[in-house]
């Protein structure tokens, strides 16, 4: 199979669904590559999380990122992780995380009032789009659970496969103290590429990230 048709599997972030990627799909679209979506199911009846059983390049979205370094397994040809990070929340050996306290409010947030504390956080990710009426606020207390404990660093440097890394310079979700602590110079990914934008970088420049997604595919052989 030729790099140039290798699937590209899209995994969207915490209180997102598949459509945050329909701007980079349209862009693949134009560039002939045919795109993917899973779904952590946090708005709608089950989730849809399975690999192809193929040769696929992957982008993944914060916690999407986090979720492809772990699972991207060996038919995985290549990574571009936006606004990601190998580790969110703060451990005895990484102080630069996001504080345990503020993950804990955003899970009482959830159980008190769901569909404000989803638009609160949309909102100070640098969306105001109304939240989805179907909140399944298990899979997304999961998702939190995953974002406070998941640490991924070990995953990153034996992933196999070359790692792209797209950040933003204003990002209030994942900051860049984060970024720094994550992909470090010699951790085996590439300098991140950096943006001058916040936490949605496939929304604000969708064309930007679609590129990178497409320079992954023209890097590798299946």
Known sequence: MPASSLPVVLVHGWAFDPSFWDTVRAALGTITIQSQCLDFGFFSPR???????????????????????????????????????SRFGTATDFPHGIPRRVIERMRAGLLRDPEGLLHGFRQRAGIDTPV???????????????????????????????????????????????????????????????????????LTHATTCARAIAGMTRRITA
């Open 47 to 85: 989730p849809a999380m399975d690999l192809p059983q193929v040769p696929y390049v992957a982008a993944g979205h914060s916690l999407g990122a986090l979720w492809l370094l772990r699972h991207h397994g060996p038919l995985c040809r290549g990574m571009v992780l936006i606004n990601g990070f």
């Open 132 to 202: 989805p009426p179907h909140i399944e606020r298990g899979r997304l207390e999961q998702g939190l659970q995953a974002l406070m404990d998941m640490d991924c660093r070990n995953d990153l440097k034996r992933a196999t496969c070359p790692v792209h890394i797209i950040a933003g310079t204003e990002d209030a979700i994942a900051p860049p103290t984060l970024t720094h602590a994550c992909f470090t110079p010699g951790s085996g990914v590439d300098a991140p590429q950096w943006l001058d934008g916040g936490h949605l970088l496939p």
